[in-house]
């Protein structure tokens, strides 16, 4: 049993995800709870706090500790809040974002390090978040299918969020930029990439942004790209999370990906995302 004062780490599978609990995240961290967080990060891939009660300042508080953040390129933001992306579901609505497994932005030249999406309004069921172990998914592959990546990189794109803007915003509350489409993001990326902390190698390709694999065309590429979004999303290797008022989900963006369940139709789900800066996946 932890002291009171001390952070206390619960995993919730065995494939990734812990709770932390001891931490009041609304206010100003000492150094070693800080350094605490950000271990049980890289230990877990994805951090789970419960019952915070944060404003859109104390959420930006929390996510600046880790890093500096970035705004995102193709979603709107919270009035008054250039770094805050609203992820909304209206009772009316029929579609949401992130429902595929996906890594959030690697159609950027430097994806982000990681994602704070902190739970303001959650239906009484539905809505869970998935996540899933990309170091698992690499280290579970086949050899042959090892060295068919290794080395090779692969062409990530926001080309899938960005056709049909007007359809997607008419029936969705998380909009997306008018003007979205008229610059197109993307970026090479290796297929296997190092972890720039744990040195741990994983999978680093995923269903919405991986568009082809060098040297090959989308229509060449789609058959291996497909095996390794099926493998990768293999239960053993994810936890699932299930939300509630005041929750805060902190994924490491490099070696996890996450889906987001739409389930929960004629609901009302209210979310704020803030995002790290990463580096250049090497
Ligand atoms: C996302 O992909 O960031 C959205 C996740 C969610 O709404 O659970």
């Known amino acids: 049993m932890a002291h009171r004062s001390e952070i206390d780490i619960r995993p919730l599978t065995g494939a990734c995800g812990a709770e932390v609990f001891g931490v009041d995240i609304s206010r100003p961290l000492e150094e070693k709870q800080v350094s605490a967080i950000r271990q049980a990060l890289l230990d877990h891939n994805v951090i789970f706090f419960r019952e915070q009660t944060l404003s859109p300042e104390q959420h930006?508080?929390?996510?600046?500790?880790?890093?500096?953040l970035v705004a995102n390129p193709v979603y709107t933001h919270v009035e008054g809040y250039p770094y805050i992306m609203p992820v909304i579901k209206e009772p009316h609505d029929k579609y949401v974002i992130g429902d595929t497994w996906h890594s959030d932005m690697t159609y950027m030249e430097e994806p982000p390090l990681g994602s704070l999406l902190y739970g303001r309004e959650i239906p009484d069921y539905g809505g869970d978040t998935l996540f899933s172990n990309m170091y698992l998914a690499y280290e579970h592959l086949p050899e042959p299918l090892k060295e068919m990546i290794e080395g090779r990189r692969a062409y990530h794109s926001d080309r899938y969020?960005?056709?049909?803007?007007?359809?997607?915003?008419?029936?969705r509350s998380t909009r997306l930029k008018e003007d979205a489409q008229q610059k197109e993001n993307g970026a090479l990326h290796p297929m296997v990439r190092v972890h720039e902390e744990t040195g741990r190698k994983c999978l680093y390709v995923n269903f919405p942004f991986t568009w082809q694999i060098e040297g090959l065309s989308r229509e060449e590429s789609l058959p291996l790209l497909t095996?390794?979004?099926?493998?990768?999303?293999?239960p053993e290797f994810t936890c699932r999370f299930r939300w509630r008022n005041g929750s805060l989900a902190f994924w490491d963006n490099r070696c996890s990906m996450h889906y987001a369940c739409n389930d929960y139709q004629?609901?009302?789900r209210e979310m704020h995302r803030i995002t790290i800066a990463g580096s250049r996946p090497r």
């Not at 969020?161 to 029936?171: K, M, S, Y």
């Not at 095996?227 to 293999?234: D, K, N, V, W």
């Open 60 to 68: 930006l508080n929390f996510a600046q500790c880790f890093g500096e």
């Open 161 to 171: 969020l960005t056709a049909r803007v007007q359809e997607r915003n008419a029936g």
């Open 266 to 268: 004629g609901k009302r």
């Open 227 to 234: 095996q390794l979004y099926e493998h990768a999303a293999r």
